[in-house]
Every structure is written in C-alpha cells, then in structure tokens.
C-alpha cells in the first residue's frame, strides 16, 4: 500500500482544536518541535507550515504511508520514529538531539484506528476483536479469553468507569472463547439490559476500557509527559489534547504538581523541604472545542486542551 493510496482511499484524522494547538505552541521558524502521536499527520502538517522542524511519532504501523507522504513533500524538515511516544527522549537523544523547543500529544484512538473494522477498536461495524495500536503483543481476544473475571470487572471499572463491572466479565468469561467485536457488543448489551433508544450504547465504556488495558495507555501516558519534561528546554512549550475524563485527570495533575500547584500543607504544621523546583510554570486555562468545530467534527466535542512553558529546573527524578 502506497502513501497515495492511503491518502485516497481513507479519510485522513482530523486533528482536534489545531488553531488552539499551533497557538500553545507558539512556533518560530526553525525551531524544533515533536508530533508525538502522528497519525495522519494532522498537527505535524501545520506545525511544519509555520516553519518548524518536526520529529514524528507513531507507534502504529499504520501510520508510516502517512508519514512518508510528509517526507516526500517537507525532506529534511520532517523525520519519523515509528515509536511508542514514551520513548521520546531516548530516541531524539539517539538521534543527537538533546533538547527541543515544543511537543504536542493528541492522547487516545484516532479516527484511522476506529474507521478501520480489521482493527477491532469499535462496535460499529464487525471486525476481530483486536485493539492493539502497535499491532503486536496481547490482543483484546487474548485478555478476554485468558483473563480471570474479577481482573476483567477491574479493568472495566478502572478505566471503562463501569459500575456493572462484575456482572459484565462474569458474561464475557460465560460466553468465551471470542473472536469478534460483534460478539463481545452483544455480550455486554445483553448483560446491561440495552434496548432500542438508549442514548448510550451500554457497550461503549467496556470498549474504552479493554482498549486502555491493552495498550497500556494511562502508562504510556504517564511516561510520556515525563519524557516530555526532560527534553523541552526552557521556554519549550508542551500541549496535550485528551478526550475523557482518565487522561485529563493525569494531565491536569502532572501540571499542578510540576509547576508547584499540588496545594500546600497545613499553617499549623513545621515547614517541610519544598521539594523539587518547578519544572513549568503556571499551566494556561484548559481549553475546549467551540460549536463550530464539534459541529464540524463530532470528535471534538469531548477534547480539553491544556498547555505549559518549560521552566529552566531541573528535570523532576520521580515519575509524573
């Protein structure tokens, strides 16, 4: 499959509140900034149009016909690490580059991932039941029909928010083995009493949920900003894009806590060392899509952007 083909035949993701991305970061000509979630190549496209030199990553196969479409266009300007975005800071080092002025992350599935039935991301349409954003290691099937239940209901709880957990793995072990998305939907339709009319499709928390367990994403998430931390300079910016409310949480907490906003002790109590110095400084009023772009993009309707500058501290030795 060719860079052009992809381009034709599959509508490429639409990068969400780009305007209010391209502004956080605050691009000069020649600077050095990260995509590290790719994709498509939404954002990279436009931080390349303000003249920035840009390092792509992408830990999904499916990614690179993209990204040799960039190359083709922008050479130089543009590489690409088919790499999980925890690794950034090793692998820019790898490459010689020790420090970089911006990083943008768009946390979560893209549309590529969720418009493609083979991946088995979503219920839509039938597809083996796969989920695995690098295509490789333990797959949606492989947990669902390994796992214990109590360790199923704790992921669907976790990160799904399910409050049924339990009755929903007890279904899901009852029913193995599976193979389909088709299946697992129907499964936990059946366990949840779905009917016709609901708003919600019951199956759409315990999707979310299996799909973050597999990919490992609220790690991946965590290191990342740690990575980020260590190779922005001072001045950098770093702005992330999340999409429910688990990913927000961890951003929103690793910039309280790095730009010293992580609340203070009691008045009454001894004065206790002050711990590392802030890593960013105060983070800039979280930001979301207005009805324009949700009406033009039903993705964007639940994004929260948020954004901070790299102080000159040192990089903090504990994890985010």
């Given amino acids: 499959m060719t860079a052009d083909s992809v381009l034709m035949d599959n509508p490429p993701h639409i990068p ?57 266009e922008h050479g130089e300007m543009f590489r690409f690490h088919p790499a999980e975005f ?10 010689g580059i020790e420090a970089v002025d911006g990083i943008v992350f768009d946390i979560g599935v893209s549309s590529m991932q969720l418009d493609r039935p083979e991946r088995g991301f979503s219920f839509r ?15 949606a099937a492989d947990f669902l029909n390994s796992a214990e239940a109590d360790a199923i209901a704790d992921v669907l709880y976790l990160y799904g928010e399910e409050r049924q957990s339990r009755r929903v793995a007890r279904a899901i072990c009852a029913a193995r083995p599976l193979q389909t998305t088709a299946e697992l939907a129907a499964i936990i ?37 740690t990575a980020a931390e260590a190779m922005l300079k001072p001045g950098g910016r770093l702005a992330v894009v999340t999409f429910h409310s688990l990913e927000d949480r961890i951003v929103k907490q690793f910039f309280r806590t790095r730009s010293g906003r992580q609340g203070g002790g009691s008045r009454h109590l001894p004065v206790t060392d002050a711990g590392p110095q802030p890593s960013f400084g105060k983070p800039a009023k979280a930001i979301r899509a207005g009805d324009e772009e949700c009406a033009r993009n039903p993705r964007a309707r639940s994004a929260t952007l948020r954004a901070a500058i790299r102080t000159d501290a040192p990089t903090w030795k504990e994890a985010a």
């Fill in 16 to 72: 969400v509140l780009l305007d209010e991305v391209i502004t956080a970061l605050a691009i000069h000509p020649g600077e050095r900034h990260v995509d590290a979630t790719f994709g498509a190549g939404g954002y990279t496209r436009a931080m390349l149009a303000k003249g920035a030199m840009v390092h792509g990553f992408d830990r999904d196969p499916d990614a690179r016909p993209y990204a040799e479409a960039v190359l083709s």
């Fill in 86 to 95: 925890s690794q950034l800071d090793s692998v820019l080092r790898e490459a």
């Fill in 125 to 139: 349409e039938d597809g083996p039941l796969d989920m695995r954003m690098a295509q490789s290691g333990e797959s």
């Fill in 189 to 225: 339709r059946k366990a949840l009493g779905h009917h016709p009319g609901m708003k919600k499709d019951p199956a759409t928390r315990s999707f979310q949920a299996i799909r973050i367990h597999v990919n490992g994403e609220m790690d991946e998430l965590r290191a990342g900003l």
